[in-house]
């Protein structure tokens, strides 16, 4: 059994799924935050080509003060990256679906629908990287306020795909024999 916090969790209702954006997704984000790690370093490397001279007192003041900041942006937006990567959460229970998106560091935003109100689910991978490492996006169309949910870069989508449908019928069959039940 998957543990997890869910907002407003009813006492018969278990996790069946719980999906993460692709593991590919932050090693992406992670190769493109070292390469901005390492243009200060390749500067000084190749500091012969620049005209400015970084001898003089004030000019490396200036210079570390630079770096710090420079730094400093660079591991708040690389904290912010992996708050987002990992606080964006798909979960699918028993009964509904919850769509948990992190939007700002401060900012989040909660969507459920329930799953008797699936109507349509499609699966797409994009691209080399997507076909490759099995990952692309899942959108579930549903009758409800909100159209659409969008399961954004997660791995297996042909396979989630077919849970959530199993899901839905089976939890629309068991409506129909309640109901069923309920009048007889």
Do not use: C
Not at 6 to 22: A, G, V, Y
Not at 53 to 71: D, H
Not at 95 to 112: A, K, T
């Amino acid at each position: 059994m998957i543990k997890f916090y869910i907002p407003h969790q009813r006492p018969d209702e278990k996790i069946i799924i719980l999906i993460r954006r692709h593991w590919f997704i932050l090693l992406g984000r992670i190769a493109v935050w070292a390469l901005m790690m390492l243009i200060p370093p390749a500067l000084v490397l190749f500091q012969n080509f620049f005209p400015i001279e970084i001898n003089g007192y004030g000019m490396r003041a200036v210079t570390v003060l630079f770096l710090s900041i420079y730094y400093l942006y660079l591991f708040l937006f690389i904290f912010n990256g992996f708050i987002d990567y990992y606080l964006d959460v798909w979960i699918v229970t028993n009964e509904r679906i919850l769509n948990i998106e992190q939007r700002q560091l401060f900012s989040r935003v909660v969507s459920e629908q329930k799953l008797i109100r699936v109507q349509d689910i499609t699966s797409e991978m994009k691209g080399i990287f997507g076909t490759f490492f099995n990952f692309g996006d899942v959108y579930i169309q549903t009758a409800g306020e909100k159209e659409r949910f969008i399961f954004r870069q997660i791995p297996n989508p042909n396979e989630v795909v077919r849970k959530i449908s199993n899901l839905a019928e089976l939890k629309r069959k068991y409506e129909k024999v309640k109901e069923e039940l309920e009048e007889g």
